[in-house]
């Protein structure tokens, strides 16, 4: 591997099916395996709902960066964005947002592969609680490290390999979905506590913390490779919101395929306390207990297949963002340095080191899937505000759009509400972490502003000071909301804490989008030129 010494470019490989595939391919990983089981134990039958509201809010993100992202096609788009919009101080303070939750998803992979490896080779991990061992964390870390080297083959390959196992991680769920349905199907599984056994609260958490939202999640996969498509105009709306459709109606049946699948003598004493041998590969479990032993044997060969893979375009797009921190001059150049097959090296050196650094906080795949739903919501929720202010600044009557969305006064705004809708369901102590890892991460960047320039008056705090209150008003919401939702201390009952957070967020984005820079000078000419350099050739 030959080592660029400039920053450098990357390169415009990706078509169609690539982009769709490398969408589909970040969602039908660990979420699959792990999801279904965890939803039917938090709500029930009604998991199914869970699944249809997560795909629906998702959806809606989905069409915001349809947009923006075919607007403004660049690697790391994500934290471009708030750039083009509110300045580099909003940008700087999204791309941690960003990161943390990239940077969080090899590692959560990587635990499922070990999850379910542990029933042939124990002990990798504590069978009742899914935490790591010792031997497991040391496998973790060398597994993390497979996923960076696969990542220096440069973009094309990477993403023929992806479309390779992608075929493959559709063809499982769906063999699994038939022969539960068609060998082990338990009609009587519907009716054992109703439909919805734990009510709406339980409908509710499921979303945020079973892994659905983060089954959802790999849309942004698309998004994030824009500035590598051949035609983002044509290709980026119908990857993004094609993966989010598809991916729906296939959680959907292996929802189904979990509730009427598994034993009835399992769900005896109700849902919530679910278990049978094998839990820890729960649909290699259920299929062993069926007498599906060739079934049994497929899942724990795609137990590694479909979370590595993942893993694998994860590794590669979060090295993206730490690139366009880099590129976007948000961080030091040399975060844009690349090979001379335009891959990102740096980056991946960045994205392995806090992989394995996620290890110790969240050692288990349902403890981390919980904080990466919260993060990532955050972060694209940001994209809601980046549309209404642009669409303000450049009008679209002056300023075209290859996609253009429609009804955007009512779809940011929903979006942006169900986005902290998500964030308040992941509870008060995983928004106690996020939002205490932002605060450490500010004050470090302001101490050593300060220390650097001797003054905090070169920050563009014009388009950033919102979030303050944004990310507070968020946390003290959460903190003070119903034990049986959020885990906080119970002042604000349920439903009341979803009215709050729904007028809360129409104050806060009605602030952030008279918060945006008045004249955005590079998004302009990216729109006028259709190039994302086109503002820097004009400066330079």
Not at 240 to 260: E, R, T
Not at 292 to 307: C, E, F, H, Q, T
């Amino acid at each position: 591997m030959r080592v660029s010494t400039g920053a450098g470019k990357l390169r415009r490989e990706a078509g169609i099916l690539s982009l769709l595939f490398a969408s589909l391919g970040g969602m039908i990983g660990s979420g699959w395996l792990f999801g279904p089981l965890n939803a039917a134990k938090a709500a029930g039958p009604a998991s199914l709902l869970s699944w249809v509201i997560g795909g629906a809010a998702i959806l809606l993100l989905a069409f915001v960066y349809a947009e923006l992202a075919t607007a403004f096609p660049r690697a790391g788009a994500v934290v471009a964005f708030p750039k083009l919009s509110h300045g580099n101080l909003m940008a700087m303070v999204m791309s941690w947002v960003v990161f943390l939750g990239y940077v969080s998803v090899p590692p959560v992979e990587v635990m499922a592969v070990l999850s379910y490896a542990n029933n042939y080779l124990p002990g990798l991990v504590t069978p009742h609680t899914g935490m790591l061992t010792t031997v497991g964390f040391v496998s973790a870390v060398v597994l993390m490290g497979v996923f960076i080297v696969l990542n220096t083959f440069g973009i094309r390959w990477l993403l023929r390999i992806n479309t390779a196992l992608v075929w493959w991680k559709l063809a499982i769920p769906a063999i699994t979905i038939l022969a539960l349905l068609l060998f082990s199907f338990h009609a009587g599984n519907g009716s054992v506590q109703g439909f919805a056994p734990y009510g709406s609260q339980g409908v509710l958490s499921a979303v945020a913390t079973s892994g659905i939202v983060f089954s959802y999640l790999g849309f942004r996969q698309a998004v994030e490779l824009a500035g590598e498509s051949r035609d983002p105009k044509r290709t980026i709306p119908k990857a993004v919101i094609g993966s989010v459709v598809l991916a729906l109606g296939l959680y959907l049946l292996l929802q189904l395929a979990m509730i009427y699948g598994v034993a009835p003598g399992s769900i005896a004493h109700g849902w919530a306390n679910l278990h049978f041998a094998g839990i820890a590969g729960p649909f290699a479990g259920m299929a062993a207990l069926a007498g599906l032993g060739w079934l049994a044997l497929l899942l724990y060969i795609d137990a590694v297949i479909s979370p590595g893979g993942t893993g694998i375009i994860y590794s590669t797009t979060s090295s993206r963002v730490v690139y366009a921190t880099g590129s976007e001059g948000l961080m030091t150049s040399l975060m844009s340095k690349v090979t001379d097959k335009g891959v990102p090296w740096v980056g991946l050196v960045v994205t392995f080191a806090f992989g394995v650094f996620f290890f110790f906080p969240f050692p288990s795949w349902q403890k981390l899937v919980g904080y990466i739903s919260s993060v990532s919501v955050l972060s694209y929720g940001i994209g809601p505000v980046v549309l209404l202010s642009l669409r303000k600044t450049l009008p679209v009557a002056d300023h075209g759009r290859p996609f253009l969305l429609r009804w955007p006064w009512l779809i940011a705004p929903v979006a942006f509400t169900v986005s902290n809708y998500i964030i308040y369901w992941s509870g008060a102590g995983t928004d106690d972490f996020l939002f205490g890892m932002l605060a450490v991460f500010f004050l470090i960047y302001l101490a050593y502003e300060l220390a650097t320039r001797r003054s905090l008056a070169h920050l563009e705090w014009r388009g950033a000071w919102w979030l303050l209150p944004y990310f507070i008003g968020m946390w003290l919401i959460t903190y003070l909301g119903p034990k049986s939702l959020t885990g906080g201390l119970g002042d604000i009952v349920y439903p009341w804490g979803m009215v709050i957070i729904a007028v809360f967020s129409l104050v806060i984005i009605f602030l952030a989008r008279a918060s945006a820079m008045i004249d955005p000078e590079e998004a302009r000419a990216t729109l006028l030129s259709g190039e994302p350099e086109a503002f820097d050739q004009r400066a330079g």
